[in-house]
T-cell receptor
């Protein structure tokens, strides 16, 4: 399978704990995006990388959230001191630089107790 | 402020008939529009897109229509099949921008 992959698919954590999610984009895609989706809503943009550079961050990305893409391939999204309001589906997408269509992974569902 | 709106949360259609899913937007700077299909516990799957320079794009059973003056687009599925049952999201982006704005989705149920 050469699509976008995400790990883990599910994560249950206690409030106050840190969590980290991983995304592996489609191999030739140099753009990578993180979105968050809550119940009854569409995905909402969090941040975007072109190669290893983080070029855009949404105001939804509070200072407890940090994302990296150190070698321009896979990316990690870390949430520190999780809160119950962080419970959501975290989606990763990738695209080619000259292409506007983004291809999504299966998502990581986070539940903060 | 929801810039992309899908006002119908759900739609039921008989197998073999046409499904029409609607989407409205408020941002006149949007120039690229996409439809995604989502099954439970999976990520959105890209279906079809349209650039603002066109008013129609067709791919097999799926056709997207864009009415720029009305800031409205629609997805037609003909004929509808039970496997089309899913949540459909409309999304849009501005020229040169990197994020997609999504609607809240419409749950399509195709009845066999």
């Amino acid at each position: 399978d050469t699509g976008v992959s995400q790990d883990p698919r599910h994560k249950i954590t206690k409030r106050g704990q840190n969590v980290t999610f991983r995304c592996d984009p489609i191999s030739e895609h140099n753009r990578l995006y993180w979105y968050r989706q809550t119940l009854g809503q569409g995905p909402e943009f969090l941040t975007y990388f072109q190669n290893e550079a983080q070029l855009e961050k949404s105001r939804l990305l509070s200072d407890r959230f940090s994302a990296e893409r150190p070698k321009g391939s896979f990316s990690t999204l870390e949430i520190q001191r999780t809160e119950q309001g962080d419970s959501a589906m975290y989606l990763c997408a990738s695209s080619l630089e000259a292409q506007e269509t983004q291809y999504f992974g299966p998502g990581t569902r986070l539940l903060v107790l | 402020d929801q810039q992309v709106k899908q006002n119908s949360p759900s739609l039921s259609v008989q197998e073999g008939r046409i499904s029409i899913l609607n989407c409205d937007y408020t941002n006149s700077m949007f120039d690229y529009f996409l439809w995604y299909k989502k099954y439970p516990a999976e990520g959105p799957t890209f279906l079809i897109s349209i650039s603002s320079i066109k008013d129609k794009n067709e791919d097999g059973r799926f056709t997207v229509f864009l009415n720029k003056s009305a800031k409205h687009l629609s997805l037609h599925i003909v004929p509808s099949q039970p496997g089309d049952s899913a949540v459909y999201f409309c999304a849009a982006s501005e020229a040169g921008a990197n994020n997609l704005f999504f609607g809240t989705g419409t749950r399509l149920t195709v009845i066999p």
